[in-house]
């Protein structure tokens, strides 16, 4: 078993710098693979000239469409597995981490313990918020429709939860999106779950694809990063994507009509309360 990582870039090669001065200075040794889908030939050039400012680091550049979250990363999986790694490190740009190694070591043992272990992940912090965006509850339909129509009240019972599951190791449902160890063969060979999903929702398909194979999935919170960015909740970004994402994922795993229908009326409805809630907290 071997191990890279896999850089996701659109349009943030500042980040990616400071990731990889850090990763030189610490003399990290995998293939790291550097896919950009930000379809910007300005931004492809300087990629390349900060690639060039770290020859210590083994670096490869995969250019592709902008095709949303998923399809860039397995872009750059696709590209480790055929250098023959058999695991990779799925990473944002703005996280940071002060020991790259311990980290990668830490979770790719739970994968050298476990044949049917999926996906690992740490904890993940936001510097000035203290939200801990990992692990991730089981999606269940009924249990979702009841937060999308009690939002926001749901809202802080949800955050209860998260922060209490990250306060210790073990099996979970899903990790967040932003730093995690995934085994390459199982993610390609489960990519169709993933068609027409752009954006956001991507950690809940694979807790579902886990939980239809009997897999395994890992938190492990003695280790830690940081993702230097507000909770996602504050984007406009958020509000364009999560909500068809999330219709589009119930329906990949759910097959009664009327409980979908009614799920994609709560999800519209919780986002209906967001923005009268975002308008008012703005005057």
Same mark, same amino acid.
């Not at 071997?2 to 030189?24: C, D, F, P, R, Y």
């Not at 060039?52 to 750059?76: A, H, M, R, V, W």
């Not at 203290?130 to 692990?135: A, K, L, W």
């Given at each position: 078993?071997?191990?890279? !990582?896999?850089?996701?870039?659109?349009?943030?090669?500042?980040?990616?710098?400071?990731?990889?001065?850090?990763?030189? $200075?610490?003399?990290?040794?995998? !293939?790291?693979?550097?896919?950009?889908?930000? $379809?910007?030939?300005? $931004?492809?050039?300087?990629?390349?000239?900060?690639?060039?400012?770290?020859? $210590?680091?083994? #670096?490869?550049?995969?250019?592709?469409?902008?095709?949303?979250?998923?399809?860039?990363?397995?872009?750059?999986?696709?590209?480790?597995?055929?250098?023959?790694?058999?695991?990779?490190?799925?990473?944002?740009?703005?996280?940071?981490?002060?020991?790259?190694?311990?980290?990668?070591?830490?979770?790719?043992?739970?994968?050298?313990?476990?044949?049917?272990?999926?996906? *690992?992940?740490?904890?993940? @912090?936001?510097?000035?918020?203290?939200?801990?965006? &990992?692990?991730?509850?089981?999606?269940?339909?009924?249990?979702?429709?009841?937060?999308?129509?009690?939002?926001?009240?749901?809202?802080?019972?949800?955050?209860?939860?998260? *922060?209490?599951?990250?306060?210790?190791?073990?099996?979970?449902?899903?990790?967040?999106?932003?730093?995690?160890?995934?085994?390459?063969?199982?993610?390609?060979?489960?990519? &169709?779950?993933?068609?027409?999903?752009?954006?956001?929702?991507?950690?809940?398909?694979?807790?579902? #694809?886990?939980?239809?194979?009997?897999?395994?999935?890992?938190?492990?919170?003695?280790?830690?990063?940081?993702?230097?960015?507000?909770?996602?909740?504050?984007?406009?970004?958020?509000?364009?994507?999560?909500?068809?994402?999330?219709?589009?994922?119930?329906?990949?795993?759910? &097959?009664?009509?009327?409980?979908?229908?009614?799920?994609?009326?709560?999800?519209?409805?919780?986002?209906?309360?967001?923005? @009268?809630?975002?308008?008012?907290?703005?005057?």
């Amino acid at each position: 078993m071997k191990t890279g !990582l896999v850089i996701l870039n659109h349009k943030n090669s500042n980040w990616i710098e400071k990731q990889l001065q850090a990763m030189q $200075e610490q003399k990290l040794s995998q !293939l790291i693979c550097i896919v950009d889908n930000s $379809e910007d030939a300005s $931004e492809l050039l300087r990629l390349k000239e900060i690639i060039s400012k770290f020859p $210590e680091l083994q #670096i490869q550049l995969e250019k592709t469409s902008n095709n949303g979250y998923f399809q860039g990363n397995l872009t750059g999986i696709k590209a480790l597995y055929n250098s023959l790694v058999t695991h990779a490190f799925i990473l944002n740009p703005d996280v940071s981490c002060d020991n790259w190694d311990e980290l990668i070591t830490t979770l790719f043992s739970y994968f050298q313990k476990d044949t049917n272990c999926f996906i *690992t992940g740490p904890k993940i @912090t936001i510097p000035g918020f203290s939200i801990v965006s &990992s692990p991730i509850i089981p999606f269940l339909l009924w249990r979702e429709i009841l937060y999308n129509l009690f939002f926001p009240f749901s809202n802080p019972v949800l955050k209860y939860f998260h *922060t209490h599951l990250s306060k210790k190791s073990g099996k979970v449902f899903a990790v967040e999106g932003s730093a995690f160890i995934v085994d390459c063969k199982k993610t390609i060979d489960n990519q &169709s779950y993933f068609d027409n999903i752009f954006l956001y929702g991507e950690e809940t398909v694979f807790g579902k #694809i886990a939980q239809k194979n009997n897999w395994n999935i890992y938190f492990d919170n003695s280790v830690e990063v940081r993702h230097h960015h507000p909770p996602g909740e504050t984007s406009p970004v958020y509000d364009k994507y999560l909500p068809l994402s999330y219709i589009k994922i119930a329906k990949k795993f759910y &097959s009664n009509k009327f409980v979908i229908a009614l799920f994609a009326f709560s999800v519209r409805h919780r986002f209906r309360i967001r923005k @009268t809630l975002t308008r008012i907290m703005k005057k």
